[in-house]
């Protein structure tokens, strides 16, 4: 007999995440998904039930605001900025710390047995950069894994607009 290991949560709690969405349409998408796993379940032993959970989907929440003179931002997600990103971030007006994030694939989806995606440095949550002018959506997905098909690891930033005094 195996010894397995369970979480639950307590009445009223959970977990969340925040969305911005920048395509039309990708709401219903996205619910569909969370739809999908809220029947299904996610993590280690769906087949027996576990995983399940419910969802509850607020739109159009305000939880802070952005000033209008902003000039720089700091991210509420893991980032991975693109070169031209790279190139206009200079010393003294980034604030950073990095994570190494390595995972697997969802194996019920695929047929071969090596699941372990390729490594990727990340900016984490909380560090802050410049606002770029010309540029809307900050970071790229990298691809991870090229085998049977390309993997990506979602490396857009979450955004959030902010002043930054001069050091």
Same mark, same amino acid.
């Given at each position: 007999t195996e010894n397995h290991e369970s979480i639950f949560f307590n009445k009223n709690a959970g977990l969340y995440f925040l969305l911005q969405l920048n395509q039309p349409d990708i709401d219903k998408k996205i619910i569909a998904v969370m739809n999908f796993f809220s029947d299904r379940g996610i993590g280690g032993d769906v087949s027996s039930g576990k995983g399940q959970f419910d969802i509850e989907i607020k739109e159009d929440i305000k939880l802070f605001s952005e000033p209008k003179n902003a000039n720089s931002f700091v991210t509420l997600s893991l980032y991975y900025p693109n070169k031209n990103e790279l190139n206009n971030f !200079?010393?003294?007006?980034?604030?950073?710390?990095?994570?190494?994030? !390595?995972?697997?694939i969802e194996s019920a989806f695929v047929p071969f047995t090596d699941i372990w995606k390729e490594s990727v440095l990340m900016f984490k949550e909380g560090s802050t950069f410049p606002l770029i002018e010309e540029i809307k959506h900050y970071g790229k997905n990298p691809v991870v894994k090229e085998n049977p098909f390309a993997v990506q690891q979602y490396g857009y930033a979450f955004p959030v607009r902010m002043v930054m005094r001069d050091v």
């Open positions: !200079k010393e003294g007006s980034v604030w950073y710390e990095q994570i190494k994030r !390595k995972g697997k």
